[in-house]
Structures are given as C-alpha cells and as structure tokens.
C-alpha cells in the first residue's frame, strides 16, 4: 500500500470516528452556530412586561442561552432580553440585533415566551432570559447550551440539553432533563425526577420521593425523602440521611450510604460502603469490597 493511500486510509478512520462521536452526542459540534476566530461579541438588551390578568402557568422555549425564572412578590411577568451576537463589526451586529426579539403569546393556560431564532439561516448568537414571575407559578422550560436557573416558582419541568441545571426553594416538585452539565436541586415541597447521563447531580432537602437517572457522573442524595431509587450505571453515588426505602443500580463506581433506612444495592464491579443502616439491607454486587457498619435489620447478601 502506497503512503497516499495510507493516508487517506487513517484519515477516513479518524473522520468517521469523529463524526460516530458527534451523532452519538460524544463531541458536542453546532455547525449553525460557529463562531469564527475574528469575530467580535457585541450585548443588546430589552425589557418587557407581561401585565395581569395572567394564565396560571408560565412556559419558556430558548435555546443556545440562559434562562432565569425567579419568583418574587407581584401580580406580572417582567423579563430581560439579552442578545449575545458575534459578527465582524457593530454594524453588522446591529443588523441583527434589529431583527432579534422575544415572541410572546398569553393563551388561555400559559404565558409562553420564545424567541425568533428560527427566522435566521446564520445565526451566531446566544439569547438569554432572566423572567420575574408571581411567587409560586408554575413553569416549564426548553432550553440548550446554557444554565437554567428555577427559584421560588411552582411545579417545575425543566429540559435542558447540554445545560446546568439549579432548581431550588420550589412550591412543588420537579422534573428535569440535561446532558454533560450539572444539576442542583434543593428545598422542594413535592417529588423530584431527573433524567440525565454524564452529568453531576446533587438533591438536597426534598421530602417527595426522589427519581435518579444518570450514567458517567455522580449523584449526592442528601436530606429526608419518602422514597429514592437511583438508577446510575458508571456513576459514584453518596446517599446520606435518607430514612424513607432506597434502591440503588449501578456499576463500576463506588456506592456510599450514611444514615438510610432499608436499602436495596444492586451492583457491578461496585465497591459498598454502609455505615448507619435502620432496616432491611438487601445487597447484589460482584468484584468488589462491602463494607458494612451499624446496620440495624436484616441482611441479605
């Protein structure tokens, strides 16, 4: 074989490697939104008021930005508009800055809020939201590529694709969605879900029961819930001061629980570590070292 041929040969490897990365979400590449070297950033901004009578309900579809929804002490919905754009100079900045807007519809159930995005063949811009909203409202969020903040608002739902996620001091529960960032919950009233994969998760003070999905990463489960079950292949998982049932599944990473009540492990290659045990203890695992200290019930093994 020819050195050009091997060449050729390594290059379509590589490529195709990269390119299987990339669809299987691996390598994070936005081709709509690249940002070239000599690019320059320029920040607009605007502010709305979404008067009373308001729907019962707030939903925020964004993406590639931030979105902040804060409950505080009044009858409306405020909100600042952010425009994050890259171009060459502030003319061309400008340009579409002019033709960039939130898109705002009051139907009968919820106040939706959007942006134009999809008007734009070239887009290399972020748009970001910071939302004042009555205390207690209920809200949904879609976003990507940015942080969604949640605090002081009612039943949560938050999707929010290569995003970190922070939802705290909640009339209600949650459920929330990402990827490849971290998720921060604390202070609900309700129960918590969270789907994710190669992110680290933490759950403090949440009384409902609590649903975990995630893989290469870490979960922090702390605080008094009714009921938890972590499903968290390829993740470290910490489980501390948890009285209601637990069961736990996950593989090749540590599984640590403090002060839990009866507990279901279900393990691979999953080294355990149990100190403060009140109940049943039923534990699966191969591979690897269990500790176990002042468990308090029954134990199977």
Known sequence: MKAKE???????????????????????????????????????????????????????????????????????????????????NEEKAREVADELHPVVNKGDTAVTITTNRSDFKRRNFETNFRITVPSGMPVEVTNSYGLVRADQVGETMIDNRHGEVSVTNIRGGAVIENSYEDVEVSGLESNCTIRSRHSDISVKAVPGEVNIENSYGLVDLRGDSQKATITAPHTEIWVEDVSGPLEVRNSYEKITLRNVGPSR?????????????????????????????????NLQI
């Open 6 to 88: 091997i060449v050729l040969l390594i290059f379509i490897i590589v490529a195709g490697v990269f390119f299987y990365h990339v669809q299987a979400g691996k390598i994070d590449v936005v081709w709509d939104d690249f940002i070239a070297l000599d690019f320059n950033e320029y920040t607009y901004q605007e502010t709305q008021v979404i008067e009373p009578p308001l729907p019962a309900s707030l939903k925020v579809l964004n993406s590639h930005g931030q979105v902040e929804v804060l409950g505080a002490e009044t009858d409306r919905i405020t909100f600042t508009f952010e425009k994050r754009i890259w171009r060459r």
């Open 265 to 297: 492990l279900d393990g691979s290659h999953s080294s355990i570590d149990v100190d403060g045990l009140a109940g049943n203890l039923e534990i699966n695992d191969t591979y690897e070292p269990i500790s176990l200290k002042s468990v308090r019930g």
